[in-house]
């Protein structure tokens, strides 16, 4: 199995530019998570998807940001206009959802710069 | 809401000396309880995990026990290697909706010198 799968690894935009943030799922996964990475607030968790529907995205930060999953196997995180302060790494993750103790399988990451 | 609360970093120590990273949860109901590790430049993966009080989860020399009465999961290693020098997350799976969803505590830094 290929691991969850996020592109690119690395972006650097100018601010005012949209971007547009990849992620594929482990095949058979149904729970599909967007979390940010910043030394100033840690790992945040930005949206969450159950069988290809938004569950809860009470962590997407403002409007700018928005999220999609068209199909089971493929996420986009838009970013649109960005800013500098949306340079952070941000990670995909999947799971299978079940009982207790589900464990989450993180992708590695792309690392955002906006300059 | 639910919450996880970890000791500060870095934790500096020599190889093979004795580790443990705490942590503290507060959450409604009964959740499970996580050790994810960050190696640099990769994504988290799981290090151990436990389910119900009591419950030691282990997994590479490294433990933690379900203390529901503390409401504590400490990570232990009894012998640290330079390898093991990461980011350690402590976090908690908890059904609010129907679904699990993860929250993590912020990290703690090991580093291990030789």
């Known amino acids: 199995d290929a691991g969850v799968i996020q592109s690119p690894r690395h972006e650097v935009t100018e601010m005012g530019q949209e971007v547009t943030l990849r992620c594929k799922p482990i095949?058979?996964?149904?729970?599909l998570f967007w979390y940010r990475q910043t030394m100033m607030r840690g790992l945040e968790l930005l949206i969450y998807?159950?069988?290809?529907?938004?569950?809860?995205d009470s962590g997407m930060p403002e409007d700018r940001f928005s999220a999609k999953m068209p199909n089971a196997s493929f996420s986009t995180l838009k970013i649109q206009p960005s800013e500098p302060r949306d340079s952070a790494v941000y990670f995909c993750a999947s799971s299978r959802t079940g009982g207790e103790g589900t464990e989450a399988f993180f992708g590695q990451g792309t690392r955002l710069t906006v300059v | 809401g639910n919450s996880v609360t970890q000791m500060e970093g870095p934790v500096t120590l020599s190889e093979e000396a004795f580790l443990t990273i705490n942590c503290t949860y507060t959450?409604?109901?009964?959740?499970?309880l996580f050790w994810y590790v960050q190696y640099p430049g990769e994504g988290l993966q799981l290090l151990l995990k436990a389910t119900k009080a009591d419950d030691k989860g282990s997994n590479k020399g490294f433990e933690a026990t379900y203390r529901k009465e503390t409401t504590s999961f400490h990570l232990e290693k009894g012998s640290v290697q330079v390898s093991d020098s990461a980011v350690y997350f402590c976090?908690?799976?908890?059904?609010?909706?129907?679904?699990?969803?993860?929250?993590f505590g912020t990290g703690t830094r090991l580093l291990v010198s030789p």
């Open positions: 976090a908690l799976s908890a059904s609010n909706t129907g679904f699990q969803k993860l929250v």
């Open positions: 959450a409604t109901g009964y959740p499970s």
């Open positions: 095949s058979g996964h149904n729970s």
């Open positions: 998807f159950n069988n290809n529907v938004p569950i809860d």
